[in-house]
């Protein structure tokens, strides 16, 4: 019932589509509260869901001060980065670096965006369906499959609007699922909530940081920079969140969106840490309950089916197949609106004048055919496994998307340096995570900073030695200010 929801809402908003503004941007007229609710959800993947508890439950809190790095860089991308991509009145986040530096780098910026949404899309689908396979006995394939074909069906129908919409209706089930399983430990032990805190702290399962300086292991440092740069990899550089902003119908309205999605992290966050702390204290207390698990991603689901009232638990269950749909969707309608914008309309000379009807169907065209690749790259997972799932995230993270952070960081905070420049930057910093990850124990939490930074320093330092840079007013602060 839930997921069938799902698709009637697809067909509610494609009863108001008639342009490819209407499919892309939800006519700019989305409010900026529900923009905000879907920016923090874009990120509310099963990974979240399933993943952090996981760890708390098998370690500690020591991720948290990374989880709520959304909060921190909130401003940063409210006042630094947002003023670029409303001003210039863009579509999708490429156009920025034609505008900066050249159509060769929005060409290579879009293609490597499309590159880290395919590896996204495997991840956050196949996450869910190993987990859920493994408690419920429904086939893995199966799962993937279900979440796929529903997924393509209402983004065909709703686009940006039905994905917008569905992500705050999966964010308050995913929160609400969360809370319930939480109170449901504290109720299963005797002492409550004192018995729960009591059990965690003493197994060191609350600990908030470790007072190091290794950086092959989550020590405070390497939390820190992770928290910084891999929330800031997605807020300024990925289509997904960046077309939020754009949703909405002034920037006063975007800048509202980004804080109100980095205040609902905070909450978030202490939640699922907590959860995982509690799942540890209520297993404690009843280990016969949890001898059959064989890995820690299939916990929260395993609670769920043996430990929580049949109807709720279901509730819950439909809850975890739409978080990862909730990542898909907008992986989806991001990925087609890059197409369409920084390739077809741009590259294509009979495209102009648009023509919003063909463009319309191309566009949901292209959605089918990206779902259909992204559920097949979550099939491939499952007979070429991961040993850590999210430890591929943060490896996919670092080598796809970091560099392109490391473009518009660039681009923004400097003059001078062209196309040569950021290439450059990019493929330095490409390169860099592939010796990094194969000749060194460095933590993947460091990958998205080392990938931005070498990224920025290779493009700049480059830059003293090439011919500088003629961009378009406006494109960088210091353009921004003299025009």
């Known amino acids: 019932t839930y997921l069938l929801l799902l698709v009637l809402l697809g067909v509610h908003f494609a009863r108001g589509e008639r342009t490819t503004e209407d499919f892309f941007l939800g006519g700019r007229s989305v409010p900026w509260w529900a923009a905000g609710v879907s920016i923090f959800a874009t990120q509310l993947s099963a990974i979240t869901f399933m993943a952090i508890p996981a760890k708390s439950y098998a370690s500690d809190w ?83 499959l279900c979440m796929g074909v529903l997924c393509i069906v209402y983004t065909v129908l709703g686009g940006i609007e039905a994905v917008i919409w569905s992500d705050v209706v999966q964010a308050v089930v995913l929160l609400g699922g969360a809370l319930l399983i939480f109170l449901t430990c504290a109720s299963g032990l005797e002492g409550g909530l004192v018995e729960l805190h009591g059990r965690a702290e003493a197994a060191g399962r609350l600990r908030l940081a470790d007072l190091d300086w290794d950086f092959t292991r989550a020590t405070l440092p390497v939390v820190i920079i992770g928290g910084i740069f891999i929330n800031l990899v997605p807020y300024a550089s990925d289509q997904s969140v960046v077309q939020r902003y754009l949703t909405t119908s002034d920037e006063a309205s975007a800048r509202k969106a980004i804080w109100l999605g980095g205040i609902i992290s905070i909450p978030a966050s202490l939640l699922f840490f907590g959860l995982g702390s509690a799942l540890y204290a209520f297993y404690e207390a009843n280990p016969d309950r949890i001898d059959p698990i064989a890995r820690t991603d299939q916990l929260v689901p395993w609670f769920l089916v043996n430990e929580v009232p049949a109807g709720l638990a279901g509730l819950v269950i439909a809850g975890i197949f739409a978080a990862a749909m909730s990542s898909l969707d ?30 319309l169907r191309l566009a949901r065209l292209l959605t089918v055919v990206i779902g259909s690749l992204g559920t097949l790259c979550a099939l491939a997972l499952v007979y070429f496994p991961a040993e850590s799932v999210f430890d591929l995230w943060l490896e996919t993270v670092g080598l796809f998307a970091s560099g392109l952070c490391g473009l518009f960081v660039l681009g923004i905070f400097t003059r001078r340096p062209g196309t040569a420049s950021a ?61």
């Open 330 to 359: 907008s992986s989806m309608n991001s990925s087609a609106t890059a197409i369409i914008n920084d390739f077809y309309r741009r590259l294509r000379p009979d495209a102009s004048p648009v023509d919003d009807a063909r463009d």
């Open 62 to 144: 020591t991720l948290l001060v990374q989880s709520l790095g959304i909060f921190v860089m909130a401003p940063v991308v409210a006042y630094l980065f947002l003023p670029f991509f409303r001003g210039l009145n863009l579509t999708t986040a490429y156009e920025y670096l034609e505008k900066r530096f050249s159509l060769g780098v929005r060409l290579f910026g879009s293609a490597q965006y499309l590159l880290f949404q395919f590896g996204r899309m495997a991840i956050v689908v196949y996450l869910p369906a190993i987990a859920l396979s493994a408690v419920t006995g429904l086939d893995v394939s199966a799962c993937i």
């Open 423 to 483: 290439l450059l930057g990019v493929v330095t910093s490409v390169l860099l995570l592939l010796i990094v990850k194969s000749s060194t124990d460095l933590d993947p939490l460091l990958y998205a900073g080392l990938g931005t930074l070498s990224c920025f320093l290779a493009g700049w330092l480059s830059s003293l030695f090439l011919p500088a840079a003629r961009p378009d007013p406006g494109t960088s602060f210091a353009n921004r200010s003299r025009t």
